[in-house]
Nanobody, 127 residues
Framework: VQLQAFGGGWVQAGGSVRLSCAASGRTFRSYTMGWFRQAPGKEREFVAAIRGSGGRTLYADSVKGRFAISRDNARDTVYLQMNSLKPEDTAVYYC?????????????????????WGQGTLVTVSS
């Protein structure tokens, strides 16, 4: 699976940005798709994920209620709608794909099951 992320840029605090991640391959719908981010000087952290089977969505507490992840299996694309952005949301955002190996969603909050990663797109939120 090859992933390519789009949509990063500069936005003022309180604004919105939508990221897209296009995937190659014919089995997109069978993968859990996730978004992670890495701010300067910090470790990469989980942001959101959407399960391939059932479509359950998972969110980090820091973005819950502000961000929304969705997927369009017909277009092999996953989206991250980011609203009410804060300066602390500034980071490089990466999309990632994980096989539906685990029944429990808990592990998909970590980077461990994600085998495929996109190149990242920078989101800068100014105060």
């Amino acid at each position: 699976v090859q992933l390519q992320a789009f949509g990063g840029g500069w936005v003022q605090a309180g604004g919105s940005v939508r990221l897209s991640c296009a995937a190659s391959g014919r089995t997109f719908r069978s993968y859990t798709m996730g978004w992670f981010r890495q701010a300067p000087g910090k470790e990469r952290e989980f942001v959101a994920a959407i399960r391939g089977s059932g479509g359950r969505t998972l969110y980090a507490d820091s973005v819950k209620g502000r961000f929304a992840i969705s997927r369009d299996n017909a277009r092999d694309t996953v989206y991250l709608q980011m609203n009410s952005l804060k300066p602390e949301d500034t980071a490089v955002y990466y999309c990632a794909a994980a096989r539906e190996t685990y029944y429990s969603s808990t592990i998909y909050y970590t980077a461990r099951p994600y085998d495929y990663w996109g190149q990242g797109t920078l989101v800068t939120v100014s105060s």
